[in-house]
């Protein structure tokens, strides 16, 4: 299969300054080489000096074994699909395609100041909707602090912090929708096909090229589409009100 090279990698690395570059132990590159997951080195006076592709397969390796995967799997993979580093690079970029967020912690005190005192009920709802992670004593993790932070100005404006959670599942349900939309268009007429097998690494190049203008595509449709939709229910709303129906 091809392998990615790393330019800036030296072409000359002793195993013990492959382990330096990767990250990795001596141990380890012997038992990953020994299962064929690594290729051998190449000679030089009964030493062996390996090179960036090496690097490149190691990272490869750690970044499955992250994934969960066992060593079985990954010699599998590495054996079955021609452009595993293309694969799996596309895999991390799809699955970080989306998250524009850094989590934060909050700690219940600093959530009760924002919300006020809130009852296990609308806790769990919270929890539920993936709005609270609880880690554990007093302290939360917050996946998206914008959307809790707007939450936050819902409850200043005298919205309950109930009925804001109603609304806040309403639109993940009906944003899920939209969601499987666009991974319905991205995985029928880009990919083509979901059997790895029958990508080459130029395939899973042009996937990520295009899984990168997907997004703001895919933000800059929602929004306008929202924009139109909301000014069209508010202008209903107004009729409403003035004509007392």
Do not use: C
Request: avoid cysteine.
């Amino acid at each position: 299969m091809a392998i990615l090279r790393l330019p800036s990698v030296a072409d000359d690395l002793t195993i013990d300054a492959l382990a330096r570059e990767s990250g990795m132990t001596v141990r380890n590159i012997r038992a990953y080489q020994s299962r064929g997951l690594l290729p051998p080195p190449e000679v030089r006076a009964r030493t062996g000096f390996y090179g960036p592709e090496h690097v490149a397969r190691l990272r490869l390796i750690a970044d499955m074994r992250a994934e969960g995967m066992n060593l079985r799997t990954i010699k599998r993979v590495l054996d079955g699909v021609p452009s595993a580093e293309g694969m799996l690079g596309f895999g991390q970029a799809l699955m970080g395609a989306f998250s524009a967020e850094e989590p934060e912690v909050w700690t219940l005190d600093e959530i009760t100041a924002r919300f006020g005192p809130i009852d296990a009920r609308v806790a769990r709802k919270a929890e539920r909707l993936g709005i609270l992670r609880p880690l554990g004593g007093d302290r939360f993790e917050v996946p998206s602090p914008t959307l809790l932070r707007a939450g936050g100005e819902l409850v200043e404006l005298g919205v309950p912090l109930e009925a804001a959670l109603a609304v806040a599942d309403s639109v993940r349900r009906h944003s899920r929708s939209i969601a499987e939309a666009f991974v319905r268009l991205f995985t029928q007429q880009v990919l083509g096909t979901t059997d790895p097998t029958k990508h080459s690494p130029e395939d899973w190049a042009r996937f990520q090229a295009a899984l990168e203008r997907l997004r703001p595509l895919a933000g800059d449709v929602v929004r306008v589409m929202f924009a139109q939709t909301m000014t069209r229910a508010v202008e209903r709303e107004v009729e409403r009100i003035l004509h007392g129906s």
